[in-house]
């Protein structure tokens, strides 16, 4: 990666509200703030995740997602709602432009302002955002296209506002970047060598270690399609 150095953009929070077509809680609808921001183990303290079982915890304390994306998916996706499509729309806590899934790798520490951040895994995409985007096919489409965006685990608290640099600090994984760990994860899903070298990657989140073990030990690709359906 030729820089090291990238400009926050926005950060985001937001709240939990009804959501969907049962109306569950959601807080997938972020919004740009200024001032400065609290970076706990958790995230930044004005957060909230209404799903703790999928969303959030330590390993999903902030997610980051490529302004870069936008532009695609307006230019692909011409049935989507434009006006869905703003920074924010996919949930994510941190905006930037120039660093997408092909740029970062798995266990990367990152300044963020002043905290101290490493990336645990990237997003899988689940049918809220269907929902968020009145698109039936959008998690689909996302998990597809590579554009999920990433979580990172907090190393060192601090805060961050809008216009701090986020920098690269450390890379030990230079070969497992995330766009090689999805195309392990939903091309080509049951290629043992690879899977079995992904389980070996100490800074992955516990619960990537967890699918890859079950892919392994049962030979079989989990079924996807409660995460990315929406339910009735």
């Known amino acids: 990666m030729a820089n090291s150095n990238f400009i926050v953009e926005n950060i985001l929070t937001g709240k939990s509200v009804p959501f969907g077509p049962k109306g569950q809680p959601s807080a997938i609808g972020k919004i740009p703030v200024s001032g400065k921001l609290e970076i706990t183990s958790l995230g930044f303290a004005d957060d909230e995740q ?3 079982r999928h969303h959030g ?7 980051h997602y490529a302004r870069d994306h936008y532009q695609a998916w307006l230019d692909q996706c011409p049935d989507i709602n434009p006006n869905s499509l703003n920074v924010g729309g996919f949930g994510e806590n941190i905006s930037t432009t120039g660093l997408q899934e092909q740029d970062v790798c798995i266990g990367d520490i990152f300044k963020l302002g002043t905290a101290t951040v490493q990336i645990s895994q990237g997003r899988q995409p689940c049918w809220k955002l269907n929902v968020r985007f009145s698109y039936p096919k959008m998690a689909a489409a996302v998990q597809k296209s590579g554009r999920t965006g990433w979580y990172y685990r907090v190393l060192d608290e601090g805060s961050v506002q809008q216009g701090d640099l986020l920098t690269l600090i450390e890379r030990p994984n230079p070969e497992w970047t995330l766009a090689r ?4 994860l939903y091309v080509d899903t049951l290629n043992k060598r690879d899977l079995q070298a992904l389980a070996l990657l100490k800074e992955l989140a516990e619960n990537w270690h967890v699918l890859v073990q079950k892919r392994l030990s049962r030979l079989e690709v989990e079924d996807w399609s409660r995460r990315l359906e929406t339910p009735d």
Request: hydrophobic share 35%; glycine share 8%.
């Open 50 to 52: 209404a799903d703790p």
């Open 57 to 63: 915890g330590p390993e999903k304390a902030l997610h």
């Open 181 to 184: 760990i999805q195309k392990i």
